[in-house]
């Protein structure tokens, strides 16, 4: 022992090892501990959403968007909509549901910068209340946002 300890890199060692050892374990669990895993973000609509005006504004935690309808809704057509926003997306995929029977879920096609994206899910069946609901997915920067917008088709 008294070898040891005359020799000072061995000294040192023996006096470090613990604090060493009680740190690596602390930024261990620091490193494995989960941290809280949001899966998705809620998007709202601003004000009501009519596809008569042609446009609504839907946000949420930090994104904004702009929905415009290329028509207004009809039994058995297509409804062509467009999706605008200020930041790059990474997806959009979107259905229209009608009195409980939902369109086909459809991808978007985008521009150059990812920022307009249109589609044109077909409505199945728009029954005498008109209830429609726009079921939006969106995909930003690795972040899950959902929506599902009322649209408001009364004149």
Not at 38 to 64: D, F, H, M, N, W
Not at 146 to 154: C, G, I, Q, R, T
């Amino acid at each position: 022992m008294k070898k040891i300890l005359q020799n000072k890199q061995k000294f040192i060692a023996i006096i470090m090892a613990p604090f060493l050892a009680i740190g690596g374990y602390g930024l261990a669990d620091l490193y494995m501990t989960n941290k809280e895993d949001i899966k998705y973000y809620e998007l709202v609509p601003k004000g009501s959403c009519k596809p008569v005006q042609k446009a609504c504004e839907i946000e949420g935690r930090g994104l904004t968007l702009q929905v415009t309808f290329g028509s207004t809704p009809e039994s058995g057509q297509l409804l062509p909509i467009t999706v605008t926003s200020k930041d790059r997306l990474d997806d959009v995929a979107l259905s229209v549901l009608s009195n409980g029977t939902e369109s086909d879920a459809v991808g978007a096609s985008h521009n150059e910068l990812r920022t307009v994206w249109n589609t044109a899910p077909r409505l199945k069946t728009i029954g005498d209340s008109q209830s429609l609901v726009l079921r939006l997915a969106i995909s930003e920067q690795g972040k899950m946002h959902l929506a599902e917008v009322p649209l408001d088709v009364s004149q």
